[in-house]
Antibody
Framework: QLQLQESGPGLVKPSETLSLTCTVS??????????WVWIRQPPGKGLEWIGS???????YYNPSLKSRVTISVDTSKNQFSLKLSSVTAADTTVYYC?????????????WGQGTLVTVSS | SYELTQPPSVSVSPGQTASITCSGD??????ACWYQQKPGQSPVLVIY???KRPSGIPERFSGSNSGHTATLTISGTQAMDEADYYC????????FGGGTKLTVL
């Protein structure tokens, strides 16, 4: 059974860089069938796609966040990571990592439990 | 950028059929997915490729997609189906609808 686990600081100061890592277990991040994605959800609000990465390192970002986002992958550790720079209070949300099919309409079939990141001084 | 629109809320009586819509430009030409999210939990995929159910999803969940609207239908709705539901499509990137709160009362 595939599992994804987010890790990283739960508190980040304004203007600093948020860094999260997703560890994948029970399956290989190097599969050609999937993207690995970051999604966020402000408390009580809807889902927002942040970006995706393929195991080769190809990345795709939400245009509204593109200038601040970097997603990377470490296949040796079966991990992928998110960096979001110049954070503000608006970036206080639950961050999910997940697996997304590259075909079949691109459904997201496995999600991490999510981690709340608060931006505050 | 591509947008998907959902009604904020839908109410249904237990045992009745609930329908949740998702609208987008020529959405019928794309594949639609649906997710169920209960409070404090991660979303769960309930429908993909318009009308396919992942393993473990009850048969009462079904989907359709035509024209500009995709629809998630829950037949014989149960109290446990009360949740937020999100549609999703792919338009060169992943796009989510704003979500619909399903109330079973």
């Amino acid at each position: 059974q595939l599992q994804l686990q987010e890790s990283g600081p739960g508190l980040v100061k304004p203007s600093e860089t948020l860094s999260l890592t997703c560890t994948v277990s029970g399956g290989s991040i190097s599969s050609s069938s999937y993207y690995w994605v970051w999604i966020r959800q402000p408390p009580g609000k809807g889902l927002e796609w942040i970006g995706s990465i393929y195991y080769s390192g190809s990345t795709y970002y939400n245009p509204s966040l593109k200038s601040r986002v970097t997603i990377s992958v470490d296949t040796s550790k079966n991990q992928f990571s998110l960096k979001l720079s110049s954070v503000t209070a608006a970036d206080t949300t639950v961050y999910y990592c997940a697996r997304q099919y590259r075909q079949l309409g691109h459904p997201i079939d496995y999600w991490g439990q999510g981690t709340l990141v608060t931006v505050s001084s | 950028s591509y947008e998907l629109t959902q009604p904020p809320s839908v109410s249904v009586s237990p045992g009745q059929t609930a329908s949740i819509t998702c609208s987008g430009d020529k959405l019928g030409d794309k594949d639609a997915c649906w997710y169920q999210q209960k409070p404090g939990q991660s979303p769960v995929l309930v429908i993909y490729q318009d009308n396919k159910r992942p393993s473990g999803i009850p048969e009462r969940f079904s989907g359709s997609n035509s024209g500009h609207t995709a629809t998630l239908t829950i037949s014989g709705t149960q109290a446990m189906d009360e949740a937020d539901y999100y549609c999703q499509a792919w338009d060169s990137s992943t796009v989510f609808g704003g979500g619909t709160k399903l109330t079973v009362l």
